[in-house]
């Protein structure tokens, strides 16, 4: 997997990168004060993996423009609440975010479309074709910028598992249950009876802890690691609800036009590299998290009858079809996903 990984990302890193690095090398020795101060909002809280990841993105960009741009980050609960991030991004109120589409499905559609739908591809080869090969780069870009925003390299996590307070032997056992799972993946929970919550990553543990929701999915498995869910939650059930998650970073399109060719060439090649971190460094993180999680009590399903897999993959299948129907631009993006 990991040679995939860097074998799809060479050629997107490559050029970028060593325009970004000239540039920042040819502008080093003359700044030393910031020209612009953005706001970089993101989903974690501070002292998580993926926390320090976004951390570094702000680093990359100010190291990269030799200062130019400097970045604060703010973590989760510091100003912007996980549900706000992409509209303070589009009014400016910070520079930077990187969203979670799903808590943004009435603002922006064709988001839930691109992180991933359930039944998704968990092949990262498959995932980076779609986007920079078969156009799903140029329709997101458009779909965005129809809303002031300026859409950056995504980056992919891996798949997206359910943890719950009691053991799930079987489909029906979702029935009834109180899930933390925003957007299609609440729709798709709320087809094998369960109640889908919107919650934002950072209330999960209460949430749990107090009976407000039953279980709650993650973006991944690193996610239900660092929120210590399992001292709430033992039981994860083994089918994943989609193999893999696609996030963007986007900037605020005023912001953006501030800046040089050579800064928007700076920030680009940044993103790329966050993306190529995310890839590399989210494989490993996974399997640490498990056995940290396996250790502290946590309990796996038994393996899924085919009758269940069956409703699985129904359950999926039906959202594609419903998500076409959002806007254009989702169905331009599922029109381009029938085709692969």
Known sequence: MLNIIKNVQKKLVTGSLAVALGLSALSATTA????????????????TAYGELYENLGKNIEQMS?????????????????????GAVKSGLVTMGAPFQSMHAGELPAGVVEIGLPGGT?????????FHEKGWDKVLK???????????????????YIITKKPINSVADFKGLKIRAPGAYGKFLRQLG??????????????????VIDGSIGSNMIDHRDGNHVEVAKYMYRLPLAGAQVLP??????????????????VSAATTIHAREQMTKSKLWESQAVAEMEAKGLKWSPE????????????????????????????QLIEILKKQ
């Open 32 to 47: 030393f004060a910031a020209e612009h101060n953005w706001r970089f909002a993101n989903l974690y809280s501070r002292g």
């Open 66 to 86: 030799a200062g130019k741009i400097k970045v604060q980050v703010l973590y989760s609960g510091e100003g912007v609440g996980s549900s706000g991030i992409l």
């Open 122 to 130: 968990d092949d990262v080869g498959e995932l980076s074709t779609l």
């Open 142 to 160: 458009e779909a965005y910028g129809a809303q002031g925003l300026v859409w950056l390299d995504p980056y992919i996590q891996p798949p997206v």
């Open 194 to 211: 369960a109640s889908p919550v919107s919650l934002a990553w950072s209330e999960i543990y209460t949430s749990l802890s107090t009976g």
């Open 249 to 266: 970073i986007v900037v605020n399109r005023s912001a953006w036009n501030k800046l040089t060719p050579e800064l928007q060439a700076i």
């Open 304 to 331: 899924p009858s085919a009758e269940d897999k069956a409703a699985w993959k129904a359950a999926a299948a039906s959202l594609w079809d419903e998500y076409a129907k959002s806007d254009k631009y989702s169905a």
